[in-house]
């Protein structure tokens, strides 16, 4: 079983940054790959980034190539999300995810290779 904590939303005007974190716990002893996804009200979840459970690959959406960068620290279970230049479009709630086992998600965008979730964060682009 592995818990999931989404922290670091909040509201920012358009071309700001923020730094989402996803905590990791539970059975840590395997590394999992995490994907972000995220959700607009209306609108159906899709997939934002994912890295491998060795962080040596990562996968991103085209829109957010080049402005979000994801990344993960193994020493402290945490995976993050860098986004920059944030634009009304990257309003919704941000959840992460995990696999029930170490394999890379194929297609990685997909919900439904994904297993465990977070309670998502709230993140609001606006001026």
């Known amino acids: 079983q592995l818990q999931l904590v989404e922290s670091g939303g909040g509201l920012v005007q358009p071309g700001g940054s923020l730094r989402l974190s996803c905590a990791v716990s539970?059975?840590?002893?395997?590394?999992?790959?995490i994907g972000w996804f995220r959700q607009a009200p209306g609108k159906e979840r899709e997939g934002v980034s994912c890295?491998?459970?060795?962080?040596?690959?990562?996968s991103s959406a085209d829109s957010v190539k080049g402005r979000f960068t994801i990344s993960r620290d193994n020493a402290k279970n945490t995976i993050y999300l860098q986004m920059n230049s944030l634009k009304p479009e990257d309003t919704g709630v941000y959840y992460c995810a995990a696999p029930y086992g170490s394999w890379y998600p194929d297609p990685w965008n997909s919900v439904n290779q994904f297993d465990y979730w977070g309670q998502g964060t709230q993140v609001t682009v606006s001026s």
């Open positions: 890295i491998s459970g060795s962080g040596g690959s990562s």
């Open positions: 539970g059975s840590t002893s395997v590394l999992h790959a």
